[in-house]
């Protein structure tokens, strides 16, 4: 049975659907040639609750590893969430990554 649904649209009128399994999980890329987004939907049984991970990673091309911008779980609340997004941009500013700007 599936515990995640996603949905794809595009070019063409017919939306695409995906289910995953606790198991499985569900993973969704949309990429252009040098940059892209990934969002990752699963189960983290150690801790009993469902997750969702966003990051960018270098797009088509796969030039750049991706980094996580984000992990909430379903029973995180809306500072809770602001407050990861806060940790992490920290985080990001102190570290470097290869094959990212670094500005």
């Known amino acids: 049975m599936a515990q995640f649904y996603g949905t794809l649209s595009g070019q063409r009128d017919t939306l695409a659907t995906k289910c995953g399994t606790k198991a499985s999980g569900l ?3 949309a990429a252009g ?4 987004a ?15 991970t966003l990051g960018i990673d270098g797009g088509s091309d796969g030039s750049r590893a991706m980094i996580t911008l984000l992990t909430i779980d379903e ?7 602001i407050e990861k997004l806060r940790n992490q941009a920290d985080h990001m500013e102190h570290h470097k990554y290869a094959g990212w700007p670094q500005g």
């Open 27 to 29: 993973r969704a890329t």
């Open 33 to 36: 040639w040098h940059i892209g």
């Open 38 to 52: 990934v969002a990752y939907a699963g189960h983290a049984s150690a801790r009993g609750t469902d997750i969702i």
């Open 75 to 81: 029973h995180d609340t809306i500072p809770e969430i």
